[in-house]
């Protein structure tokens, strides 16, 4: 969490702190470090004069959800006042660390946060709720009466899109790759009160692997397939040639194209997906489509940017109303962000971890 200041021309610019002496005060934030493609990313705090624009090409600014206080606005400004409480994601552009005290936003990547909602829920939530919204919304218009799998559904960002599909009315099916996974999943539950029926109608424990995820699918829907699957990657190649036992527990794309419905969208996070021209006339046959879940593209255009924003508003209103529940770990101080950083590029963080000052 971080606080803005917004400037004249509509961005939010660095506070200028000055000693009784009038030298400038530098400020620490977090940032990545990489040598080579494909190395390791290593963390480092990094000191920079508040009136430094410009970043060394090695540093990769990290934490890029924020929410916070509006320090001051500038002549141009026309969404927000000082104090104003916000919450946004920082461009890819951004040359800013979300790791700071102080930082520079353009107005239009934030919105105003709920006074229900704390900052760390705000900051926690707001990236799953895009890519939620953006698989869920705008790339297969999940609708009443459709049937959704989930795969990891335990995950942050899958119990955030299980929320979601079930408050539209949709039938969710999920898989679960651990019992405290598949605990967690049964959990689940609607935010009215009295309302006992789980969020998720079948769930799938895959951790042995022994199950059949295509099979189940099929035998919870008599046979149709189900109108909507959104991955957590799926395995390329044959059993033998995966690498990691995590991706032993991925379905085989084959798996995903035979459990899809006529009319079905698959919408995957599996970035090297290959399809064969047999897939290719399988996915044909049933009038299905693939889509590939990138969220950053809503800030790659001007063109996106009012749906941005009122995603952004919605995913707010969700959280201020429970819909929204998130998975997040404890805060955590800044002075333990770079350790924090290096479980989550490990993959090791089941929770979101949310950096407070």
């Given at each position: 969490m971080s606080s803005r200041r917004i400037s004249e021309d509509g961005r939010v610019c660095r506070r200028c702190l000055c000693s009784p002496e009038g030298v400038e005060v530098t400020m620490k934030a977090l940032y990545g470090q990489q040598n080579s493609p494909g190395e390791e990313i290593t963390f480092v705090f990094q000191e920079r004069l508040l009136s430094e624009i410009k970043l060394e090409k090695e540093l990769l600014p990290v934490g890029r959800e924020i929410s916070g206080v509006v320090l001051e606005v500038g002549r141009k400004v026309t969404f927000f006042q000082p104090d104003d409480e916000v919450v946004g994601i920082l461009p890819l552009d951004s040359e800013e660390s979300g790791l700071c005290e102080v930082?520079?936003?353009?107005?239009?990547?934030?919105?105003?946060?709920?006074e229900k909602v704390c900052w760390v829920e705000a900051a926690g939530t707001v990236r799953d709720g895009v890519r939620a919204y953006t698989a869920l919304h705008y790339l297969s218009q999940v609708s009443p009466g459709k049937t959704v799998l989930i795969m990891d559904g335990a995950s942050p960002f899958g119990t955030i899109a299980i929320q979601l599909a079930q408050h539209r009315g949709a039938k969710v099916i999920s898989t679960a790759y651990s019992l405290e996974d598949k605990q967690h999943l049964e959990r689940l539950r609607p935010p009215v009160e009295g309302v006992r029926q789980p969020l998720v109608a079948r769930v799938i424990d895959v951790s042995n692997g022994k199950i059949d995820v295509a099979e189940s699918c099929l035998e919870e829907t008599g046979g149709l397939g189900v109108d909507?699957?959104?991955?957590?990657?799926?395995?390329?190649?044959?059993?033998?040639?995966?690498?990691?036992?995590?991706?032993?527990?991925?379905?085989h794309k084959h798996d995903i194209i035979t459990l899809l419905?006529?009319?079905?969208?698959?919408?995957?996070?599996?970035?090297?997906?290959?399809?064969?021209?047999?897939?290719?006339?399988?996915?044909?046959?049933?009038?299905?489509?693939?889509?590939?879940?990138?969220?950053?593209?809503?800030?790659?255009?001007?063109?996106?940017?009012?749906?941005?924003?009122?995603?952004?508003?919605?995913?707010?209103?969700?959280?201020s109303s429970s819909?929204?529940?998130?998975?997040?770990?404890?805060?955590?101080?800044?002075?333990?962000?770079?350790?924090?950083?290096e479980i989550v590029q490990k993959h090791q963080a089941r929770k979101r971890q949310v950096i407070q000052f």
């Open positions: 930082i520079l936003v353009h107005e239009h990547y934030l919105v105003h946060k709920p909507i699957v959104l991955d957590a990657g799926v395995k390329l190649y044959s059993a033998e040639d995966e690498s990691t036992s995590k991706s032993q527990l991925l379905p419905g006529v009319g079905g969208h698959w919408i995957t996070t599996e970035k090297n997906l290959q399809l064969d021209p047999p897939d290719s006339h399988s996915l044909f046959l049933k009038g299905a489509t693939v889509s590939f879940l990138n969220d950053e593209i809503w800030n790659l255009s001007n063109v996106q940017q009012g749906k941005y924003l009122s995603i952004l508003e919605d995913i707010m209103e969700k959280l819909i929204f529940r998130p998975q997040l770990d404890e805060p955590i101080p800044l002075y333990e962000a770079k350790v924090s950083m």
